[in-house]
């Protein structure tokens, strides 16, 4: 493929991507982490397609290259092949002129004498028959190895000229060859450079979207992770914050989100176990009683609003419409879907029979009065029904 072309395909796909970042960036946090999550499932996919595909054109670059180098040899080889036959052509001729030489003077010899073109001279100046015979058959056998003598010669001259037409031939057909595998091998390269600018932008752009995952995953643990810090927070506000952030752990996909959630736990924890131990001190003065969070009931949190509302049940949830995942955690905060028209997303629920939720997801089925209470699964929904629940309100988005 054209290198333009590649290049041009490459702004194309790295603008469609900016478009869809531009996009994630201008939504909600829950929208955001959600579209964010795809996203990055997208580019993962994409960016290992284009390792695979880097992978093989490095596997052809070295094979190309182990070609031209064995290219390269055979006409090294062959270079060696025409100065050889080119010394032997040399040493060839020079013999070929000694007995070109010595040709030439028998045939002096013998023209001067008349005795090849004229064989009655050759029988009148014998003395006798049998010289006559002899002498005749010694120039007839001069002629023949004259001829044979200019035969030779001619093939010698003929081999050797074709070696070195041969070995010529070999040497362009073999450089022809090489042209071609080095053309082959710089588009190979050109792809796989227009391939990395391509998988260093969708590296670039995975980072961007996990930075804003990052971001709003952050602004969900904040107000909890700032509780727990604060010197002014309650037990029962740092017990809540604890509740809260355990409840989003398995949510969160950011490892440096996890480990401020963890560490703010672990603090809050710490904090508690201060308060415990001073409590007991003053056991004789002062006697307190404490509760887990998975112990808390209604009664500890007063209610802002409460509802009787019709109850159903779902589970397999793959994303919440506030772009987390669902639980359902018996003992902590679980996931349920509202009518934000009636409770704002975000809101922490304490629900009649099922205890602690966040109101993080929403349903078309979902208006008015009703609420979807997720489970772990099918046979619970089944189980559960359709039931009316008392859903008491215990704290907007913006006060826990």
Sequence with gaps: MNKKVL????????VCNSVIVTHVANAT????IEKGTIQIKQLD????????????????????????LENKSEINKTEDKIKSTEIKIIESKKVIEKKQDILGKRLRVMYKSNLSSNPLLVILSSENFSDA?????????????DKKLINDIENEKKALDLDINNLKDKKDELKTLQTSTQ????????????QQITLDKLSA??????SIIEENENSLISHSVSIIKSSASSESAIKDAISTLKSLFP????????????????DGRGILKYI???????????KATTTSIGNTDRGSSPAKKSYTMEATAYFDGLLTASGLKPIRNASGLSTVAVDPSVIPLGSKLYIEGYGYAIAADTGSAIKNLKIDLYMNSKSECTTFGRRNVIVSLIAYPNEW
Excluded: C, M, R, Y
């Excluded at 290049?7 to 790295?14: A, G, M, V, Y």
């Excluded at 015979?133 to 190895?145: D, F, H, L, R, Y």
């Excluded at 949510?251 to 672990?266: C, E, F, M, P, R």
């Design 183 to 194: 053309d082959s091998l710089n588009e190979i390269k050109t792809k796989k450079e227009a």
């Design 133 to 145: 015979i002899s002498n005749t058959q010694a120039v007839v056998k001069i002629i023949s190895i």
């Design 205 to 210: 752009e995975k980072k961007k979207v996990s």
């Design 45 to 68: 996919n994409q960016i290992i397609d284009l390792n695979g595909e880097i992978s093989s054109l490095n596997s052809e670059i070295s094979q190309l290259n182990i070609k031209l």
């Design 29 to 32: 946090p829950e929208e955001s």
């Design 276 to 286: 415990q131990e001073t409590k007991n001190k003053h056991a004789n003065t002062n």
């Design 251 to 266: 949510q969160l996909n950011t490892s440096s989100v996890k480990n401020k959630a963890q560490d703010a736990i672990n």
């Design 7 to 14: 290049i041009f395909l490459t702004s194309i796909l790295i």
